[in-house]
């Protein structure tokens, strides 16, 4: 069963800290994704990743970095965190042409 | 105009009845099509993949309509534990995914 894990479901961070967030997954897929997920807007895509060390910017990466040094790995980076970044934040990962599959979600909260 | 377009609902529908909704999409070169159920606060999880042919897995129908450019999903005999968004994703490479925001069900006894 594809298993993709996020580091943390409820996260609460203040504004301006620098936040991390993980995701694994355990499949050997190429492909990963961040998306962040908000009532009315449904999923955007941050940034996505389709080899170790490869990132490409996807609908809105301004305020977030990823790094992708193995290829189960994909983290997410608030560099300063605001409140406008608060959200549902979805990791997903997919080998190819197959359909993504998500983890659990992490609820960020920026106080 | 969004790439692709879901009616955001709620659709109020009664236990047992049949419900369906369409997922339109812009962009004639995707190819590959799913069905997504996300319960309230919890992840998107795959429903089914839409086939050209159309598919069924048990009481759940998903179309694919190249010409006019939509799937569908048809829920027969509703339950109550159908009640969820739905969301459509048009698929056109390995990392080129357009989601759509979603329809929302709500399955009332």
């Known amino acids: 069963d594809v298993k993709v894990t996020q580091s943390s479901r409820y996260l609460v961070k203040r504004t301006g800290e620098k936040v991390f967030l993980e995701c694994v997954q355990d499949?050997?897929?190429?492909?990963m994704f961040w998306y962040r997920q908000d009532p009315g807007l449904g999923l955007r895509l941050i940034y996505f990743?389709?080899?170790?060390?490869?990132?490409e910017k996807g609908d809105i990466p301004e305020g977030y970095s990823v790094s992708r040094e193995k290829k189960e790995r994909f983290s997410l980076i608030l560099e300063s965190a605001s409140t406008n970044q608060t959200s549902m934040y979805l990791c997903?990962?997919?080998?190819?042409?197959?359909?993504?599959?998500f983890g659990d979600g992490t609820r960020l909260s920026i106080l | 105009r969004k790439e692709v377009e879901q009616d955001p609902g709620p659709f109020n529908v009664p236990e047992g009845a049949t419900v369906a909704f369409n997922c339109t999409y812009s962009?004639?070169?995707?190819?590959?099509f799913f069905w997504y159920r996300q319960d309230c606060r919890k992840e998107p999880k795959l429903l089914m993949s839409?086939?050209?042919?159309?598919n069924e897995d048990g009481r759940f129908t998903a179309q694919l309509n190249r010409a006019s450019q939509y799937i569908s999903l048809l829920i027969r005999d509703s339950k109550l534990s159908d009640s969820a968004t739905y969301l459509c994703v048009a698929q056109y490479s390995n990392y080129q995914l357009i989601w759509g925001a979603g329809t929302k069900l709500i399955i009332k006894p």
């Open positions: 839409v086939y050209s042919s159309g």
């Open positions: 990743s389709y080899d170790v060390k490869m990132k």
């Open positions: 499949m050997d897929h190429e492909n």
């Open positions: 997903a990962s997919l080998a190819s042409n197959q359909p993504q599959h």
């Open positions: 962009n004639s070169a995707s190819q590959s």
